[in-house]
């Protein structure tokens, strides 16, 4: 696990009271093949194949009954100057996954600066009119919040794989674009299945994790619950 997932980890495990793990796949899936939300159209999630970066062309994602998520992320590949045809001819590998609290059911992303390009900033902008935040899509962080810091750290979060291409996002900064998507694809498609938010915990000084974990910390008590 990278060196500041780790940190958070531990900090997450010291002040909160549902236990963390790092989201690996044994862990989703074991998760998943427990799982029933008979609120929501899909009964159960069976697995995660269809979390990919690809969900828009996949009929894993159709199969999953996430028809919701479609509409907004079908706009935000628009947005972004995606091909669709590249991306169906991708490869079916599942988005990775950060940290999960398997008790409450809650995914936890660790975004360092290159969350924070400029590419991101139009997807989020979009948000509001999307619904995020509402019955399908619960937010687990501030997504003003999250466009202040894009303002404040831009600069920096640019040069952040500047040179990257991404051949589902062809043309300059393709990997910040595609990155931009992937993060998207998580916030909409996991609400949407789980019924749980993507909890986001900004992390732009890696010499103080503690900073993210305040940032996040009403999402965090809310979801996790504070230690006793």
């Known amino acids: 696990m990278p060196q500041m997932e780790t940190a958070v980890l531990e900090l997450l495990n010291e002040h909160f009271a549902a236990p963390v793990v790092r989201a690996t796949t044994a862990v989703l899936d074991a998760f998943a093949a427990a799982a029933s939300n008979p609120n929501r159209s899909l009964g159960s999630l069976d697995d995660y194949a269809w979390l990919r970066g690809r969900s828009i062309v996949d009929p894993d994602f159709e199969r999953a009954a996430i028809h919701s998520a479609n509409g907004p992320l079908t706009r935000v590949f628009a947005d972004l100057d995606g091909d669709l045809d590249k991306l169906a001819a991708t ?89 931009a998507f992937n993060d998207a694809v998580r916030d909409f498609a996991i609400g949407e299945a789980t019924g749980r938010p993507v909890i986001r915990i900004p992390i732009l000084n890696r010499s103080d994790p503690q900073a993210g974990i305040e940032f996040a910390r009403p999402y965090l008590e809310r979801f996790l619950g504070v230690e006793a």
């Not at 008790?103 to 390009?117: L, T």
């Not at 920096?156 to 595609?178: I, K, M, N, V, Y």
């Open 91 to 179: 490869d079916r590998r599942r988005l990775p996954h950060d940290l999960f609290a398997p008790s409450v059911g809650v995914h936890i992303e660790v975004d360092e600066v290159q969350h924070f390009a400029s590419a991101r900033e139009p997807t989020l902008q979009r948000y509001p009119e999307f619904g995020f935040g509402e019955e399908w899509y619960p937010a687990g962080f501030d997504v003003d919040g999250y466009l202040r810091l894009i303002a404040e750290h831009r600069g920096r979060a640019d040069r952040a794989f500047a040179h990257r291409q991404a051949a589902t996002f062809p043309g300059e900064r393709g990997r910040q674009r595609q990155r």
